[in-house]
């Protein structure tokens, strides 16, 4: 693959270490972000600085942008000092955001008309998936572009064609639809295990051996037992997911009574101030619901 100047915006949990692939494979990164002290994280890990969002697209030649939310990304890209305000034509702009579908299909359209081809390619594998390299990546947009794009994907983890601009962003609400219900299931188990006088560690164990078993338990159930919730992915963000989820299916029709519920859930862990808690924060609400605590297994 050509050694590429890649413009990143977004250094967060995930954004560090993804951005940190691509300067490892020996492309030029131009890094960026609100909080100062990140830039300079990425600068000591081997980018150059960007000054603003318009500067990084006027310097690069690929766009990536890993930011929180849907307005964050109307900003990056449409905002005065945005993206397509520095953006030369031929650019190409990959969004890696989890916003909504029709955010990113409305950006999209914006980038098209200045010429610069884009995709929505949200990714699932939380802080652990990110600093491996294996992050799953949901990937809407023109496909042709998308090819383009699969090498520069390959370094940051897995990434797969969703469809049409906006499918890779409906894909990530289908993910998270499923991560938020595998958290509710281990919590409620835990709880209850818990009450009666099981063990979590002996919970976690069994389950992790047969039909129960998820990815979700083998990550962040061992640091449940240990009462271990510092962010791979923070509940306020899968809360704005959560969100995300209930609008995208009212603009299909679609009855999500499952979804609902963990809304709700996640709307007390927001409520009781635990948003930047690590999303397997969700058993303190079944605990606080259920007036238990889980015992708590620290490393001797």
């Known amino acids: 693959m050509d050694k590429k100047t890649i413009g990143f915006i977004g250094l967060g949990i995930m954004g560090t270490p993804m951005s940190g692939h691509l300067i490892k494979a020996g492309h030029k990164v131009i890094a960026y972000d609100i909080m100062p002290a990140a830039i300079q994280r990425a600068v000591e890990a081997g980018a150059e600085a960007g000054k603003s969002a318009k500067d990084v697209a006027s310097r690069s030649e690929v766009v990536i942008t890993m930011v929180p939310d849907s307005p964050d990304v109307e900003k990056a890209y449409l905002g005065e000092d945005g993206i397509l305000a520095g953006a030369k034509p031929g650019t190409l702009l990959l969004d890696m955001s989890s916003i909504s579908p029709v955010t990113a299909k409305l950006v999209a359209e914006k980038a098209a ?21 294996r992050l799953s990546i949901m990937v809407g947009g023109d496909p042709a572009v998308y090819e383009q794009a699969v090498p520069i994907f390959q370094l940051m983890g897995k990434p797969t064609y969703c469809g049409a601009s906006g499918a890779g962003q409906v894909v990530k609400a289908c993910n998270q639809i499923q991560v938020a219900l595998n958290f509710i299931g281990m919590a409620e188990a835990l709880v209850l295990g818990a009450k009666a006088g099981v063990e979590p560690e002996i919970i976690i164990k069994v389950l992790s051996g047969g039909y129960a078993q998820t990815r979700v338990m083998d990550v962040r159930g061992p640091r449940i037992v240990k009462g271990d919730y510092a962010p791979g992915f923070r509940s306020r963000f899968h809360y704005k997911d959560l969100n995300i989820i209930r609008e995208t299916a009212r603009a299909f029709g679609a009855t999500l009574p499952a979804s609902a519920l963990a809304h709700e859930l996640f709307t007390s862990m927001v409520a009781n101030g635990w948003g930047d808690l690590d999303h397997s924060a969700v058993v303190k609400v079944i605990e606080l619901l259920s007036n238990t605590e889980l015992p708590v297994k620290k490393d001797e």
């Open 113 to 133: 008309e200045k010429g610069c081809p884009m995709l929505d390619a949200p990714v699932s594998g939380g802080d652990v998936g990110a600093r491996e390299a």
